[in-house]
């Protein structure tokens, strides 16, 4: 078995609990009166990027001459999530809301332990290609 | 290839047996360093508390709510309102032993919009205050105008900005420093903007369950005891000649948050231990395992000329290499997951928290890195010793 699958494997691992958590136990909270606060929208568009990632890591898996460029792409898409909660997306401003004491660490960990996986698959794949 | 080398190849050669042990030894470290930098963050959360409460005894409202609430104040960050008649006060400043006697209002706010959370509003004397004042000073030097108000670095409002209370508009002039405790989330103005807002909550409908006027209501006096006497005499001097409060020493009042913080401290250190015991019999049998796997290629490398010494000094130096990149490990993977969690877990606890200093933070991580490299030494020492009791032509013939 190539070493180059095991990055992916992790990846798909990694972006299935960002899809999980963006809507369940990492999610913001609900706002009482029914309204969608930016953090809402923040845990949407974390949805999205794991969606990607997710698909990314699928294809990593099932394509072989593409996997190099496939972790390659996974690689701005990381940065991509680590930037948008409280960074491209605002938060509630107080740090005792569950959007910034939870969701925004966890997400940040994922996403930067996401970014780690594909640069390691990028370079495993090209060690092989030599 | 030299043979201070060998140990890396051998390491990188078999990538799956190197990252098994240095899991392990990753988890031992993680939890030693997460462990003691929780306890550690309680500890120091306990001890700021203490700091900041500086008083020796504390007159309440002598309803049985107002001490839980006072507390959940202090601990957890929840609001509560409970008033008496200001006349304690002046009844407190004239029972004998008492220093000083400053009095303190509470009032919470609405939640306002989506994102605002209830804040504590308190209301101090700022002549006679020996509590919240010296810790107002280190961040704001002047006196606290009418509707100026202080916040702790919990809440939102930044200083210049206007935070609205009750319809009242107040200026927020300084952020206090923080002390992992609920009175972060509080917010400080005098006691003559503390009247203008409680008169501005009783015309939105919040009662105050007392009928004095609110001019003359506070809900804590805080006691300082003259050099001499005794706290407990003036405790029971108070608790006896002043009419519907309770006086509570403020040690005692927190002796069961100092109890909940042993408690936790047992369990997180049990688990320690459990994890080391059980983390030293794994790497024991791993590095046995070992051994026993690679007697033959450790026969060649006697046969080669290599004397038993320079084969206990590679193994040790794998165990070391792998202890120490474990550790490095561990530690991060501990560091990621309680720094960026800090207010997630002292809202779970409900009990005073505090990051220790750099300083300490980085002791911690320097005895966890010795303590892991110890473990993995004396794995690496035992393992070697048993392979120096082996006979390099006996185990070229096993298998044979």
């Given at each position: 078995m190539k070493k180059s699958i095991i990055p992916a494997c992790a990846m798909l691992a990694l972006s299935l609990v960002v899809i999980a958590g963006s809507q369940t136990f990492l999610a913001p909270c609900a706002h009482e009166d029914g309204s969608l606060g930016a953090c809402h929208w923040a845990g949407q568009a974390l949805l999205g990027e794991g969606c990607l990632l997710a698909v990314l890591a699928a294809a990593a898996l099932a394509l072989k001459k593409e996997r190099a460029g496939l972790y390659l792409a996974m690689i701005p898409s990381s940065i991509l999530g680590i930037c948008t909660p409280g960074g491209l997306i605002a938060l509630c401003k107080a740090p005792t809301m569950r959007c910034r004491m939870l969701m925004r660490p966890a997400m940040i960990i994922l996403f930067a332990a996401m970014l780690v996986v594909a640069l390691t698959g990028w370079l495993l794949t090209r060690r092989e290609a030599r | 290839m030299g043979a201070s080398r060998l140990p890396f190849k051998n390491l990188l050669r078999k990538p799956g047996r190197t990252a098994a042990l240095l899991l392990l030894t990753a988890l031992l470290a993680a939890a030693v360093f997460g462990g003691s930098l929780v306890i550690g963050s309680l500890r120091s959360g306990l001890d700021s508390l203490e700091a900041r409460l500086g008083a020796d005894i504390i007159v309440l409202p002598s309803s049985a709510e107002s001490k839980v609430s006072f507390k959940n104040i202090l601990l957890q960050g929840t609001t509560g309102a409970f008033y008496m008649d200001a006349s304690v006060l002046d009844q407190v400043r004239a029972a004998q032993g008492v220093e000083i006697a400053a009095p303190q209002t509470f009032l919470a706010s609405l939640k306002a919009d989506c994102c605002a959370v209830k804040v504590q509003i308190i209301g101090i004397d700022p002549e006679t205050d020996f509590i919240v004042k010296p810790w107002i000073d280190e961040s704001y030097s002047h006196e606290l105008g009418d509707m100026e108000v202080v916040v702790g670095c919990n809440v939102t409002a930044g200083v210049g900005e206007t935070l609205k209370i009750y319809d009242q508009h107040t200026h927020v002039v300084a952020r206090l420093a923080e002390?992992?405790?609920?009175?972060?989330t509080a917010v400080y103005c005098s006691l003559d903007t503390m009247k203008k807002l409680l008169a501005a909550a009783e015309a939105k409908g919040v009662t105050h369950q007392i009928s004095s006027d609110t001019d003359d209501l506070i809900s804590a006096v805080y006691v300082k005891v003259k050099d001499g006497w005794d706290v407990g005499l003036v405790n029971t001097w108070l608790n006896g000649h002043v009419r519907k409060v309770t006086a509570v020493r403020a040690r005692s009042m927190f002796t069961d948050v100092s109890d909940s913080l042993a408690g936790i401290s047992r369990a997180v250190t049990g688990l320690i231990g459990a994890v080391w015991a059980l983390a030293l019999i794994v790497l024991l049998i791993a590095f046995a395992m070992m051994i026993h796997e690679r007697r033959r290629e450790f026969a060649v490398l006697r046969l080669l000329g290599v004397s038993r010494r320079g084969l206990r000094a590679e193994i040790l130096a794998e165990t070391g290499l792998c202890s120490l990149a474990g550790a490095l490990l561990g530690v991060g993977i501990a560091a990621a997951g309680v720094f960026p969690f800090t207010t997630l877990i002292e809202t779970r606890l409900g009990l005073p928290y505090l990051t220790p200093s750099a300083v300490t933070v980085l002791r911690l991580a320097s005895v966890t890195l010795l303590a892991t490299l110890l473990v993995g030494g004396v794995a690496g020492a035992w393992a070697a010793a048993r392979l120096s009791r082996v006979d390099p032509g006996v185990a070229l013939r096993e298998g044979e």
């Open positions: - | 002390t992992g405790t609920g009175l972060d």
